[in-house]
């Protein structure tokens, strides 16, 4: 496996961890559960350990992917420049889920005030990974690149037009 791989593999976990552990976490209010918004802590703490090799990874896969038709500087750092934003946030979401985590575990009165920021401090990185998953994506994949889809489809048109002479 190459860095590319790793950065693959790696780069997924913390975006759909943070998606799952905020759904979890919302779930846990609905049925007033404590031990379900604990599930929601320890998976924003995992999706914040994930995003570690995520990031080391970044820079290998940049080198393989850098030199290919279609791949733009831009593109890269504009990845780039979300995901080091994306570290230090969701960092900060393992962090208070950490402290949100003890201070229930400790009955803490502070307990419920932790929960509240924890969701909010999650939410934001929710949408935050929203766009360092959709910049990643946009360097490989034309397709979701503003005004490639729709050229394509004209063009795909004007194809099968042809195919009818």
């Not at 500087?73 to 003890?102: K, P, Q, R």
């Given at each position: 496996?190459?860095?590319?791989?790793?950065?693959?593999?790696f780069?997924?976990?913390?975006?759909?961890?943070?998606?799952f552990?905020l759904?979890?976490?919302?779930?846990?209010?609905?049925?007033?559960?404590n031990?379900?918004?604990?599930?929601a802590?320890?998976?924003?703490?995992?999706s914040?350990?994930?995003?570690?090799?995520?990031?080391?990874t970044?820079?290998?896969a940049?080198?393989?992917?850098?030199?290919?038709?279609?791949?733009?500087?831009?593109?890269?750092?504009?990845?780039?420049?979300?995901?080091?934003i994306?570290?230090?946030?969701?960092?900060?979401?393992g962090?208070?889920?950490?402290?949100?985590?003890?201070?229930?575990?400790?009955?803490?009165?502070?307990?419920?005030v932790?929960?509240?920021?924890?969701?909010?401090?999650?939410?934001?990185t929710m949408?935050?990974?929203?766009?360092?998953g959709a910049?990643?994506?946009?360097?490989?994949?034309?397709?979701?690149?503003?005004?490639?889809?729709?050229?394509?489809?004209?063009?795909?048109?004007?194809?099968?037009?042809?195919?009818?002479?």
């Amino acid at each position: 496996m190459n860095q590319a791989h790793l950065h693959l593999l790696f780069n997924h976990l913390p975006i759909l961890g943070t998606l799952f552990g905020l759904l979890i976490l919302v779930s846990g209010y609905f049925v007033k559960s404590n031990a379900v918004k604990r599930t929601a802590l320890g998976i924003f703490m995992l999706s914040a350990l994930c995003t570690i090799p995520a990031f080391l990874t970044g820079e290998g896969a940049e080198e393989m992917v850098e030199s290919l038709p279609g791949v733009t500087e831009n593109l890269i750092e504009t990845h780039a420049d979300m995901a080091d934003i994306f570290l230090w946030v969701v960092g900060a979401l393992g962090l208070f889920s950490l402290a949100t985590f003890y201070a229930d575990l400790k009955a803490q009165k502070i307990a419920p005030v932790l929960y509240g920021i924890t969701l909010a401090v999650a939410i934001g990185t929710m949408a935050l990974a929203q766009q360092v998953g959709a910049t990643g994506g946009k360097i490989r994949h034309t397709e979701i690149r503003n005004g490639v889809a729709t050229a394509g489809a004209g063009n795909m048109e004007n194809n099968n037009e042809e195919d009818d002479d």
